[in-house]
């Protein structure tokens, strides 16, 4: 997800415009800061751009989530329906709220099975947070029908998904609220850096007043400020926010990109029959971050895999199966639920439960899953090699290994 390949002179001039005055910090100094107020731009710019009322910029897509998940009132013991499939960020935030992360099964979206949902819904259920994961979307029209029918809310973790869209709205901007990521991996980068985007006014209040300490921001005097409720900081600097208003002016031109580099690659994979795609509920709205594609079966998939690496061609190529940060197959430490600090019992008790849960559904799609990251600065002939080198290795495994293996 490659925002930093596209990095330049317009970054360089918007940190500039900050060093010029020297106040690095969002609020406050009004004077010295002679008009430069590059966090509160980039909201505007990010509601303009993805057609929300409201944009929270924080220091993180972690911060955000956790921002957004406490924004809406979830807390100690709400339980939280969540992809088994995902960054260790979406559980590390519902846990830092009190709240049960309640992991469930994927479906060939490689995101949230609205079936899973529907049988983990309990009473203590208080909210559903779909993963749009590598760059496309989850079938979030089906999940915002659960949602209504069992009066829940909708937080859409869209971190890796920045410019995907799902029946011409913005990922992110669908459900009660969404969250966006700008580390340094993401579509776009801030270096470090997340939004929380919603249009719900009163939860835009909340998110502004919890990034920041619980600062009311009433006035402009920051030392008058009230504090209606405990916040935290979670502020983004203005250093940060420069650097997200350069990008997020590149992003069309990094969409393009992505979506035809991925169009080329597929066209050439989708040459041997036994490779398939991941289902994407609404093609046109993939923002192309990745082409995820299957084998058969999970031995073919090693195979190909480990001929790649043998042929020092894996770079690019994620098998999330063995991954340690994205699949719960990995999470030992939420298996265990190893923290530093104790944790309520019961919370304990239940996050075990959960993340110990059967997840042999999922497995049959991840282990056959690997996913491709497009590159923005590939020449053609470059395209062209890494396809032609990939169906190779794809078909020379295939000739050697029975399908049904
Ligand atoms: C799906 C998902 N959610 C949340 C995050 C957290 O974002 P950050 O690294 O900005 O804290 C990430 C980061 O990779 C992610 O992929």
Known sequence: ?????????????????????????????????????????????????????????????????????????????????????????????????????????????????????????????????????????????????????????????????????????????????????????????????????????????????????????????????????????????????AIGLAQISRLDQVLTIQRRNHQHLQSMLSAIPEVSFRRIPDAAGDSCTFLSWFLPTESLTRAVVQELKAQSILAGNFYWFDNNWHYIRKWDHLKQGVTLNSLHPDLKKAVIHHANKDFSASDAIMGRCVSTAIGLLWTEDQLKEKGEKLVSVIKQVLSKQSVSA
């Open 1 to 241: 997800m490659p925002g930093y390949e596209l990095f330049g002179a317009e970054e360089r001039r918007q940190v500039q415009d900050v060093m010029e005055t020297g106040i690095l910090m969002r609020y406050g100094f009004d004077a010295a800061r002679k008009g430069i107020w590059k966090s509160v731009e980039l909201e505007k710019a990010i509601c303009d751009r993805f057609g929300c009322s409201y944009a929270q910029l924080v220091s993180s897509g972690t911060a955000a989530l956790t921002t957004a998940l406490a924004s809406l009132g979830i807390g100690y013991g709400d339980e939280v329906i969540m992809p088994a499939f995902t960054f260790v960020a979406s559980f590390d935030a519902v846990l830092s709220v009190g709240g049960v992360p309640v992991l469930v099964d994927i479906d060939d979206t490689l995101t949230l099975s609205p079936d899973a949902v529907r049988k983990a819904i309990t009473p203590k259920t208080k909210c559903v947070m779909p993963v749009h994961m590598c760059g496309s979307m989850s079938d979030i029209g089906a999940l915002q029908e659960i949602c209504k029918e069992h009066h829940l809310l909708l937080l859409e973790d869209a971190c890796q998904s920045i410019g995907a869209s799902y029946k011409g709205k913005y990922v992110g901007t669908i459900g009660d609220a969404g969250t966006f990521s700008f580390d340094f991996v993401k579509t776009m980068t801030c270096a470090e850096g997340g939004v929380v985007m919603t249009n719900n006014k009163d939860l835009f209040i909340k998110s502004d007043g919890y990034s920041d300490h619980g600062h009311d921001h009433a006035g402009v005097d920051r030392g008058a400020d009230l504090h209606p409720f405990i916040g935290y900081n979670f502020r983004i600097s203005e250093l940060h926010a």
